[in-house]
């Protein structure tokens, strides 16, 4: 199998191996009597991560370290300026209560601890990668705690009424499956990223931060369009924020406890997480200084051109 087809089919993989572990672990949840509020607000999310979770650990346990890093940064940009951007040219995106008082100032203080954390041990060890995991189920309360008293439906009611219907078997099938489907998808992509760097002589972190991310962030970019189309705004601003404090939080928290991650490629922390901290920072103009309350069109095309920009410099 040649590189190319080892990525194309990895992406593959993981899409629909994402997809099904999304609607099995829903059901099972929903089975064992939990809300449907706590399951849209952390299993769906957390599930909706798991590509990049599966991608990260299967690189990290190959010793491919910059793949992780720059997956997750390169995901965390392509949600903000890619996918957000492709959402808010289609609609005005409105920014929920919740998103000002919450979502966003724990993505920031969570990027700016990540920032420190890799500067300062050249990596993450793996004592914060128990910390990241303790922020993050305390991060779920404070969703979960904030949802209830504010009285909101789950934006994945459609989902959720989907996947009640399922039997308990079914429920385990999909989450089985999708658990294998996701680790030879997560295989086939990481081995097909390490043979195209050699062969081209690119670099595994470019190849992560451009080809890997956009794939592992394909659920996000779809959900999204589908949301845009149905003018279902409410999901884009507060979900991608959600997924950026998951890839953060959980995906680089979990496979820091599984192994240490060290930082192999310095140009991650003085290139790629610049850019991430910067377009975190025009995230936060755009939601508290310039915008009423929504991402405005003009605005989407002004974070689509940043995405093109950090593309062509990352690249060339």
């Known amino acids: 199998m040649t590189p190319t087809i080892a990525l194309l089919l990895g992406l593959v993989l993981l899409f629909f191996g994402g997809e099904l572990l999304v609607r099995g672990s829903v059901a099972l949840a929903l089975k064992m009597r939990i809300s449907t509020l706590v399951v849209g607000m952390t299993v769906v999310s957390f599930a909706t991560s798991a590509p990049e979770l599966f991608v990260s650990l299967q690189a990290v346990l190959g010793g491919s370290n910059d793949i992780a890093f720059g997956n997750v940064i390169g995901s965390n940009i392509a949600n903000i300026t890619l996918v957000l951007g492709v959402t808010a040219f289609i609609f005005r995106v409105q920014i929920s209560e919740q998103t000002i008082i919450l979502n966003y100032p724990i993505l920031l203080l969570s990027t700016l601890v990540f920032g420190g954390v890799m500067y300062y041990f050249n990596g993450i ?3 914060v990668g128990f910390l990241f995991i303790f922020l993050l189920l305390i991060f779920a309360w404070l969703l979960i705690r904030k949802s209830r ?3 909101l439906k789950s934006d994945e009611d459609e989902l ?8 308990l ?3 385990i099938s999909y989450l089985v499956l999708g658990i294998f489907v996701l680790k030879f998808g997560a295989d086939y992509l990481v081995e097909g990223t390490i043979e195209i760097a050699k062969k081209f002589e690119i670099s595994e972190r470019v190849i992560a931060v451009t080809v890997v991310a956009i794939g592992t962030s394909i659920p996000e970019l779809a959900t999204s369009i589908v ?3 149905k003018k279902e705004d409410n999901l884009a601003v507060g979900n991608l924020i959600g997924s950026n404090i998951f890839n953060i939080l959980a995906v680089l928290g979990v496979v ?3 192994q240490e991650i060290k930082l192999s490629d310095f140009a991650i922390l003085s290139f790629d ?3 991430m901290i910067i377009i975190t920072f025009i995230l936060g103009l755009f939601i508290y200084a310039f915008s009423k309350r929504e991402i405005s069109r003009t605005e989407g095309v002004f974070l689509l051109l940043i995405y093109i920009s950090y593309m062509y410099f990352s690249i060339y």
């Open 125 to 127: 060890p793996q004592e």
């Open 273 to 275: 997480y610049i850019w």
């Open 256 to 258: 820091a406890s599984v």
């Open 169 to 171: 078997l079914k429920s």
């Open 149 to 151: 008293r504010d009285n």
């Open 160 to 167: 959720l009424e989907e996947a009640s219907n399922d039997s």
């Open 227 to 229: 949301a845009a189309l």
